[in-house]
């Protein structure tokens, strides 16, 4: 969860820049090693996970059919990687805003997202390249679980006098 913030002047401050964001983004000289992203909670539900894994194209019945799901040995359907990664991309564009370009992903899955559950995605910024306007982002998403998905993102933002 994130640090409340305290001062009328912090909160007004707070509300300014998510207004900015949301309507142009985050340029490269806004950003700063150690800058965390706001959280976001995804409810896992049956729906989502079955909507994703068949508009992705995944068919294993792993991803909608609890019986065979369990028959295979998991305790229900779990979401599939393609979901995973959007979901990761979406996280970090959403506070990047829309001029970001993801230029790579790299995640590793952990514990199943299973119907029912919720996944709370963080981030922090861990690297800047000045030459390319590149932030690297390490993201970790968990469930009751544990950690469903950890990884990076890297993307190109632009610079401040570029925006």
Do not use: C
């Amino acid at each position: 969860m994130t640090a409340p913030i305290g001062t009328h002047a912090e909160k007004t401050a707070a509300k300014s820049a998510e207004k900015r964001v949301a309507k142009a983004g985050l340029t490269y000289d806004e950003v700063t090693v150690g800058d965390r992203l706001p959280e976001l909670s995804i409810p896992l539900t049956r729906t989502l996970i079955v909507a994703t894994a068949i508009a992705s194209r995944d068919y294993q019945d792993v991803h909608h059919d609890p019986e065979l799901a369990v028959e295979r040995g998991s305790k229900d359907i779990f979401m599939n990687i393609l979901t995973s990664n959007g979901l990761v991309e979406r996280f970090v564009t959403r506070w990047a805003g829309p001029a970001a370009v993801v230029t790579a992903i790299r995640i590793r899955l952990g514990a199943p997202n299973y119907p029912g559950d919720t996944m709370v995605l963080t981030g922090d910024v861990t690297a800047k390249d000045d030459a390319e306007n590149r932030v690297e982002v390490a993201v970790r998403g968990v469930n009751a679980i544990g950690p469903h998905v950890t990884g990076t993102v890297v993307v190109r933002l632009p610079k401040g006098d570029d925006a």
